[in-house]
């Protein structure tokens, strides 16, 4: 499968993520998705305040490009 973030920045290097931390999130997990169709990932955690994944300044860069988006299907949500 495809990496998502190939030719981008990810969003756990655009966000500041130790690589303690990006390496157990799901976003890093499952890379040929963006992280904002991801369930579980650490931004919340890491940026500890209440927001929407369209906020967010990876979502901001990289959402609109997203042409291959599944419709609201977050990896790992059951």
């Not at 929407?52 to 790992?76: A, I, W």
Request: net charge negative.
């Amino acid at each position: 499968m495809a990496d998502f973030w190939s030719g981008k920045t990810p969003c756990w290097d655009f966000l500041g993520c130790t690589e303690q931390v990006h390496s157990q999130c799901a976003a890093y997990q499952h890379r040929e998705r963006p992280c904002w169709e991801i369930a579980g990932t650490y931004c919340r955690k890491m940026l500890d305040f209440e927001w929407e994944c369209s906020d967010c300044k990876v979502f901001l860069r990289y959402g609109h490009r997203d042409e291959q988006r599944q419709e609201n299907t977050l990896v790992g949500e059951s």
